[in-house]
């Protein structure tokens, strides 16, 4: 098991050395000048020339690119061209918007996913079936940010359930706080993975509860809980989980998207923002997190295996 989790944490680095590479070559393909952003507006040549040799740009690409690698390994992003700030604090103080946002969702998905496709997979061609295909078709079929406002303008808006925008940390406005700050953006946010999970899962129950093991275990007088929980749902898990690490990439791109209809500070925002300006170290620093961030759940993902099916052990 060890080696197995070994070879995964191994094959990241790989990936994150071609992923540094293709972003930092596509920030300087991009149209704009570092050095005349860094320089400021009313910049003169000689003063942008002396920005572009402080910044090093004046090196060649791949010299350039070595030292901004040796930097990221040694913990440092570099600065960012408008605000001067150093990329890492503005990437650890959005994180946590961002995480708290994608772990909610995340939650939502799974808790109604997991309800809606156990219910549905137990009774194939019932009315409980029908209904929840039919909500399941409906939540892939809607757009995050069409949901997101809908969610404003109804539930927000002219019902007053909850805010229309903004972030509130649980150091700030304490647990309920934070938690009414983005219900809304981790529904609609969640909706969309909710319903491949309902979809996945209720295929995966009816897959298995027609196996002969199933069967047997049924006819043996087992607890119908027993045999839903501990056989029925761990044998259809696999595909399940893979869904769900499949979807998180999604998550955490369309948290772009609804944490600018919120007004959410979090990553999602930072990134807008930061491409808008051509604020090129902020977007290097956003990929890279990002993807460390998928490849670790896919890590996750791959390791939860050995735990679902014994196979993988031996493999």
């Known amino acids: 098991m060890v080696t197995i989790v070994g070879r995964r944490i191994v094959a990241i680095v790989p990936v994150l050395l071609i992923v540094s590479f293709l972003t930092f070559s596509l920030t300087y ?24 040799r402080q910044l090093g740009l ?33 990437l650890t103080e959005a994180l946590p918007v961002t995480l708290s946002l994608t772990l909610l969702a995340m939650l ?19 009315a409980l ?46 647990l309920t706080g934070w938690f009414q700050h983005l219900l809304l953006p981790a529904v609609a946010l969640g909706t969309i993975t909710a319903a491949e999970l309902t ?13 002969d093991y199933i069967r047997t275990a049924v006819a043996k007088g087992l607890p119908t809980r027993l045999v839903v929980v501990k056989h029925t749902l761990k044998n259809a898990a696999i595909p399940v989980v893979t869904v769900l690490g499949l979807q998180f990439g999604g998550l955490v791109g369309g948290a772009i998207v ?28 956003l990929v890279l997190m990002i993807t460390l961030f998928v490849l670790l759940v896919s890590l996750l993902v791959d390791t939860s295996y050995l735990y679902f099916n014994p196979k993988v052990r031996q493999s």
Do not use: K
């Open 29 to 52: 393909l991009v149209p704009g000048d570092a050095a005349s952003i860094a320089a400021g507006d009313n910049a003169s040549a000689e003063q942008i020339e002396l920005v572009r």
């Open 58 to 90: 004046d090196r060649p690409f791949l010299a350039q690119y070595a030292s901004w690698l040796w930097h990221v390994v040694q913990g440092g992003l570099g600065t960012s061209l408008l605000s001067s700030r150093s990329v890492l604090t503005s």
């Open 108 to 126: 939502f998905a799974i808790a109604a996913g997991l309800l809606l496709g156990i219910v549905a997979g137990l009774r194939p061609g019932s």
């Open 129 to 174: 079936d029908r209904i929840a295909t039919t909500v399941a078709s409906l939540g892939i079929s809607m757009p995050s940010f069409w949901l997101a406002l809908i969610l404003v303008n109804v539930v927000a808006l002219q019902l007053g359930l909850a805010p229309v925008a903004g972030y509130t940390s649980i150091a700030e406005g304490g």
């Open 199 to 211: 979809r996945q899962t209720r295929a995966g129950v009816v897959d298995v509860s027609e196996q």
């Open 258 to 285: 609804i944490e600018r209809i919120f007004g959410l500070p979090g990553l999602g925002t930072l990134a807008i923002d930061s491409v808008l300006n051509q604020d090129f170290p902020v977007v290097q620093g």
